[in-house]
């Protein structure tokens, strides 16, 4: 799909136990640019714990994190630094309740790259755009609808220019009837060529977006490949009993277009 | 039986006075005590074990001791250990560190119950703890605090009555040199405490304007 | 330094019995404020207009006046204008009970408030009076839920009760007063006064926990949340 074959994010033998659990037990994998990574698997199996390990908003036992070739872990350079490099989207968006949706996507720039106020507030509105919400950009979270938030929350990821982006479950709090619309948005990301990790039940969206799936349970990669070897033809048990269940519950949620 | 020659040009005058003094006191402890108790709440919730066991030693010991206690320490006893203040200065400092005490109980509430994902989103764009703390937290935890902060300041205005007690002559204390020169008890506090509820009542209408004004939208 | 700790030694029976006296002040206070404070709080809830907003006054006054001057108003004004020659303890109580009383309304009437609504139609539908009702429904709920604000009423009324040094009741703070000046000790003496009142304060408050949950109703409102880890 590109030239360009860096690699943008390396994972190594992440290891993380939460009391006498032990979560997430060697993950490792790379991201290249532009590629997007899906991630699947059953409750618990520390999907979420991974993503929060690889921004360090948890950190992990032992293992390690590169971006753009840069260590994060054991490094003496401040963690903040390479947050900027990593957008994140929360399953429960976590958009700041106190600020509208423009000041949610411009505070990054303000605050954190001390960007000027006028120029964080043109590319705020810009990125609000490319997410559809222009007209909303002046209305508080609390007034927006759970896909609209989401959105919100996706371009104030992107407005900091992040390397890869990191998507937990971002549809899995949302009403079904709204779950497209963000989809779409994360589509148009991969196809612009954004390199992305995401952590999804969607099937039918891994299927038409995925370069690669891995299939993590009880903290361990059990499968990985393309999505159409591992949705039509997995080499592992496990793959298969899980992939049924989903099936199962969700049917197909999201037409492919 | 209501001499109203006596409350004009006797008693109103040194009421007058005093009030100013009143003012002052409370114009110098609000907003330094509700500073303090945000430092203080700060402190308590996202400082190390020292700092924050700090913080909850001087929180017990300010709201588990009358505050006449702390203004008689602060005005009597300190002295003898080479710190003096003056009647006003003490009063101050007793209001400063009692109201920022039970201020700092209210605001630690209020942070503790915002949700854990604002700070997780906050840390994620790459802010500081800090920054964190002052663009994302307190703006928030700060209006939830509204209602508890607002109920401390009113008290605040009550309780600087104690003043009188450490020898500074605010309101209460310029009646009851008045009532007990002319033995008029009755008429002197009634028209002193005429004066507070006028005070109180202002102070909270302004305060409920205040925090519907800071409301944020759409959250009920 | 050791002539300090002597000092306090030989000082605590005439502090301590100064925290009887307190004790009496608060105990005599809060069960007036009781007393008057649940029917105040049914009135404002249940009662007519006129009723409800007489209360009102009364918690507006009550409240709005500090301690101090209402002490002074009383003691040595309005009781005396009424005919009454009441001690200082007596008048102390009257007064702090009054201004509870006020207070405590507002906690019974905001926990009255917050059992649910069905409790009563249920009530009312079984055939029980409004009267009944309230005894036996909605005040039995409501006191439970009162409990954490009532402890909150008792560690300031513990805290006000230092005020009636004003009046010259013998409680605590004047008997530290008393002996400060006479040994020219106020430190050590004012630092011990501050610690028996953290302990009555911290006490009372911990007695008050148990209390809760000796009389908790089973299976209602957990309020921890587990605290989320990242």
Redesign the interface.
């Known amino acids: 799909m590109h030239e360009d074959n860096k690699i943008i994010l390396k994972v190594e033998e992440i290891y993380k136990r939460y009391r006498k659990e032990e979560v997430l037990r060697g993950i490792s994998f790379e991201v290249r640019k532009g590629e997007t990574k899906v991630i699947i698997g059953p409750s618990g199996s520390g999907k979420s714990t991974l993503l929060r390990c690889i921004n360090q908003l948890t950190i992990p036992d032992k293992g390690q994190v590169w971006i753009e070739g840069e260590e994060v872990t054991h490094t003496k350079k401040s963690i903040n630094q390479f947050r900027q490099k990593m957008g994140m989207v929360f399953q429960d968006f976590n958009l700041f309740d106190h600020i509208n949706a423009l000041g949610n996507v411009e505070i990054g720039l303000i605050r954190v790259k001390g960007m000027d106020k006028n120029r964080a507030r043109e590319k705020a509105m810009e990125e609000l755009k490319q997410v559809g919400l222009e007209k909303q950009a002046y209305l508080y979270p609390a007034q927006l609808s759970g896909g609209q938030k989401q959105r919100v929350s996706i371009a104030r990821a992107l407005a900091m220019d992040p390397s890869v982006m990191l998507f937990d479950e971002p549809t899995s709090a949302l009403d079904p009837e709204l779950i497209g619309e963000v989809l779409e948005v994360i589509k148009k990301l991969a196809i612009n060529g954004m390199t992305m990790v995401v952590v999804t039940h969607e099937m039918g969206f891994a299927r038409s977006v995925a370069n690669e799936v891995i299939f993590i349970e009880s903290g361990r990669i059990i499968d990985q490949g393309s999505p159409y070897v591992l949705f039509t033809n997995p080499e592992h048990e496990r793959t298969k009993k899980f992939l049924h269940k989903i099936t199962e519950l969700y049917g197909k949620s999201v037409e492919e277009k | 039986m209501i001499d109203l020659y006596f409350i004009q040009d006797i008693l109103l005058p040194p009421l007058l006075e005093g009030s100013l003094i009143t003012i002052k006191l409370i114009i110098l402890s609000i907003p330094s005590g509700l500073i303090l108790g945000i430092l203080i709440a700060v402190g308590r919730v996202y400082g190390n074990k020292f700092i924050s066991s700090l913080c909850a030693i001087y929180t017990l010991f300010f709201r588990g001791t009358p505050l006449l206690v702390q203004l008689f320490i602060i005005y009597y006893a300190l002295p003898s250990i080479g710190i003096f203040f003056s009647p006003f200065m003490a009063a101050v400092t007793g209001f400063i560190l009692c109201s920022g005490a039970y201020h700092s109980e209210y605001i630690r509430g209020a942070i503790q119950s915002i949700k854990i994902g604002q700070m997780m989103a906050a840390e994620a764009l790459g802010m500081s703890r800090i920054k964190a703390v002052l663009y994302i937290i307190l703006p928030q935890a700060l209006r939830r605090a509204i209602p508890g902060c607002s109920n401390e300041i009113i008290y605040l205005i009550k309780y600087s009555s104690l003043a009188f007690m450490v020898t500074c002559v605010e309101l209460t204390g310029a009646g009851k040199i008045v009532a007990t020169r002319f033995f008029k008890y009755t008429e002197v506090f009634l028209v002193v405490g005429i004066i507070y509820l006028l005070v109180v009542s202002v102070v909270t209408k302004f305060l409920n304007i205040l925090e519907k004004k800071l409301r944020i939208p759409g959250l009920e | 330094m050791t002539e300090n700790f002597l000092l306090v030694y030989q000082s605590l029976p005439y502090l301590l019995k100064g925290s009887i006296i307190t004790l009496e002040l608060i105990g005599g206070a809060l069960a007036l404020g009781l007393i008057m404070g649940i029917p105040m709080a049914i009135g404002q809830v249940y009662g007519n207009k006129y009723v409800a907003n007489l209360i009102s006054f009364y918690v507006?006054?009550f409240r709005?006046?500090?301690?101090?001057?209402?002490l002074?108003?009383f003691y040595?004004?309005?009781f005396?204008?009424l005919g009454f020659n009441l001690t200082a303890l007596t008048a102390a109580i009257l007064v702090l009970g009054f201004r509870s009383a006020a207070y405590q309304s507002q906690i019974f009437r905001g926990s009255i408030q917050s059992v649910d609504e069905g409790q009563m139609m249920a009530a009312r539908s079984l055939g029980m009076t409004k009267f009944k009702a309230i005894w036996y429904i909605i005040l039995p709920q409501a006191l439970r839920i009162s409990i954490p604000g009532w402890s909150n009423e008792y560690?300031i009324i513990?805290?006000?009760?230092?005020?009636t040094?004003?009046i010259g009741l013998l409680e605590i703070?004047t008997r530290?007063?008393f002996i400060?000046t006479r040994t020219?000790?106020?430190?050590p003496?004012?630092?011990t006064?501050?610690a028996i009142?953290?302990i009555l304060?911290?006490g009372g408050v911990k007695l008050l926990n148990i209390l809760e949950k000796k009389v908790k109703i089973p299976g209602y409102g957990s309020y921890s949340n587990g605290g989320?880890?990242?």
């Open positions: 507006w006054f709005g006046l500090p301690v101090l001057v209402l002074f108003l040595f004004g309005l005396l204008l560690s513990l805290k006000d009760s230092a005020v040094y004003a703070i530290g007063n400060a020219y000790q106020p430190l003496i004012f630092l006064c501050a009142f953290l304060t911290y989320k880890e990242y």
